[in-house]
């Protein structure tokens, strides 16, 4: 098994390459360049792209979810709906990366790559199974803040102007104002 912090170095190098040219651009030979390694030193942890791609997927669900600790003060098991709803949309518009966004975008149709995002969601929303129509007003409500904290990324991804952080907390605190009192 490889050493987690060489693994999280060439994750860390994939990042900017999707960050900054777009998923189209990550290549291993890219990845390899980014991080200073050969190709074969890359191969040797991540022996194809799909693998590389999957690895990606593990390491950024797992820091959404810490950021989702972080936010909430608790794990998800010991947290109400809305702590668990709080904690999302303060995660969710405090990362200022579209990375996530393109990732999850292109995630949508693999699922190796969507079942780490999948398990975090899940963890945190166990109840994201009911049906819509049969949410109770106050599970809608949080539904609908999760979703408006979503769309923050495809906000940002294409607006003029990237918000800055006075701006990100302003939206999520306007978002949650919907579960004031709750």
């Known amino acids: 098994m490889a050493r987690p912090s060489a693994r999280?170095?060439?994750i860390d190098a994939a990042l900017p390459v999707v960050e900054e040219r777009g998923i189209t651009a990550l290549t291993l030979d890219a990845v390899a360049e980014e991080a200073g390694v050969t190709k074969r030193g890359l191969l040797y942890h991540f022996p194809s792209k799909h693998a590389l791609l999957a690895g990606?997927?593990?390491?950024l669900a797992a820091r959404v979810e810490q950021n989702l600790l972080k936010y909430a003060g608790k794990d998800p098991e010991e947290a109400s709906l809305v702590e668990r709803t709080r904690a999302y949309v303060r995660a969710a518009t405090s990362t200022p990366s579209t990375v996530e966004m393109r990732l999850?975008?292109?995630a949508a149709n693999e699922p190796e790559w969507m079942a780490p995002w999948e398990r975090v969601y899940r963890r945190w929303f166990p109840e994201a199974d009911a049906?819509?129509?049969e949410l109770d007003e106050l599970s809608m409500r949080c539904l609908?803040?999760?979703?408006a904290a979503d769309g923050s990324w495809g906000?940002?991804?294409i607006a003029a102007a990237p918000m800055n952080d006075r701006a990100r907390r302003r939206l999520a605190d306007s978002?949650?104002?919907a579960l004031d009192g709750e």
Do not use: F, G, K, Q
Not at 56 to 59: G, V
Not at 144 to 147: E, H, K
């Open 131 to 133: 049906p819509v129509d």
């Open 175 to 177: 978002i949650l104002s």
């Open 155 to 157: 906000y940002e991804s």
């Open 56 to 59: 990606i997927h593990e390491h």
């Open 104 to 106: 999850i975008m292109e």
């Open 8 to 10: 999280n170095t060439l």
């Open 144 to 147: 609908v803040a999760r979703m």
